[in-house]
Nanobody
Framework: QVLLVESGGGSVQAGGSLRLSCAASGYSDTWYCMSWFRQVPGKEREGVAAVGLGITYYGDSVKGRFTISQDNAKNTLFLQMNDLKPEDTAVYYC????????????????????WGQGTPVTVSS
C-alpha cells in the first residue's frame, strides 16, 4: 500500500510562510492524483490543492497564496503556503488516489484511497 507522511507544520504569525512536505512510498508509477486537504475540528474536510499529470488545482480560498508541487525523483509532494491568514489554521493532510490525473472533481475526500496522518498549522494574528 501507499504510505504518506506529512511534515513541516507549525505555528506562525499572520503574513508568514510555511512549506509542508509529504513523503510518499509504496507505489511504482506516476499515475496518481495527489492532493492537500485541511480540516478544522468539527468542520468538513476541505480540498486545498491537487496535482496530477502536471496539472495543478487550487481551492478558491488559497489561490494566489499557496503553491502545490512535487519532486517525482524523490516521491515528495509539497505545499508552499505564503501570506498565511488565521483562517488557514487547520490540520493539513496529504492524500493520493491511483488514477490518471485529478480532474474537475479533485476536492472530494471520499475519492482518495490513501491518507497521511496530518500536520497541524496554526496562524496567529
Amino acid at each position: 500500500q501507499v504510505l504518506l507522511v506529512e511534515s513541516g507544520g507549525g505555528s506562525v504569525q499572520a503574513g508568514g510562510s510555511l512549506r509542508l512536505s509529504c513523503a510518499a512510498s509504496g507505489y511504482s508509477d506516476t499515475w496518481y492524483c495527489m492532493s492537500w486537504f485541511r480540516q478544522v475540528p468539527g468542520k468538513e474536510r476541505e480540498g486545498v490543492a491537487a496535482v496530477g499529470l502536471g496539472i495543478t488545482y487550487y481551492g478558491d480560498s488559497v489561490k494566489g497564496r499557496f503553491t502545490i508541487s512535487q519532486d517525482n525523483a524523490k516521491n515528495t509532494l509539497f505545499l508552499q503556503m505564503n501570506d498565511l491568514k488565521p483562517e488557514d489554521t487547520a490540520v493539513y493532510y496529504c492524500a493520493a488516489v491511483r488514477r490518471v490525473g485529478c480532474g474537475r472533481n479533485w476536492g472530494r475526500p471520499s475519492d482518495y484511497a490513501y491518507w497521511g496522518q496530518g500536520t497541524p498549522v496554526t496562524v496567529s494574528s
